[in-house]
């Protein structure tokens, strides 16, 4: 954990954010990261997205079970949903959310809105041809050479 921290502290310096992660391998590091949103122009590439990209490529799978993340935060909703979507093990942190919050990273505004019904949210969400929309999983249920995530 202290290396992601350390990490974390570098990036600053560096231009990004004061984020970081580590994912590890039996026992094997496998990819290091920073949060680069301002490096580059690019609001997905916080430590725990580029972390999970960077393993993937290296280990040539989109499956990383078995491995453990160490962030130098509690992650975000979007980075959290991307270590469930990965099958990482276990996830370290340090600082929480509040702590981001009190340096102006503040994702709260994420969780309460991801609750909410369509027509309360901030941005506006209007389904459009539902049933069309429902053809391409009919499509994916009958494709007999589907690689399951």
């Known amino acids: 954990m202290r290396e992601a ?6 990036n600053i310096r560096k231009g ?3 984020f970081a992660a580590i994912i590890v391998k039996d026992g094997k590091e496998i990819a290091r990261t920073g949060n680069t949103v301002t490096l ?8 725990e997205v580029n972390a999970i990209r ?14 453990e993340i160490y962030s130098s935060c509690e992650p975000c909703p979007m980075c959290l949903s991307a270590i469930y979507w990965a099958g990482i093990s276990r996830i370290y942190i340090s600082a929480s959310r509040s702590d981001a919050a009190d340096a102006g990273f503040d994702d709260q505004f994420l969780y309460d809105e991801i609750v909410k019904p369509f027509r309360d949210r901030r941005i506006p969400v209007k389904v459009l041809v539902p049933d ?18």
């Not at 921290?5 to 570098?10: E, F, N, T, V």
């Not at 960077?54 to 491995?67: D, I, K, Q, S």
């Not at 053809?135 to 399951?148: G, I, T």
């Open 5 to 10: 921290i350390a990490l974390a502290r570098g």
């Open 16 to 18: 990004g954010g004061p």
């Open 132 to 149: 069309e929309g429902k053809e391409p999983f009919a499509d994916w249920k009958e494709y007999d050479q589907r690689v399951e995530y």
């Open 40 to 47: 580059s122009n690019d609001p997905t590439a916080h430590a």
């Open 54 to 67: 960077e393993a993937c490529r290296r280990l040539g799978t989109f499956n990383l079970e078995g491995c």
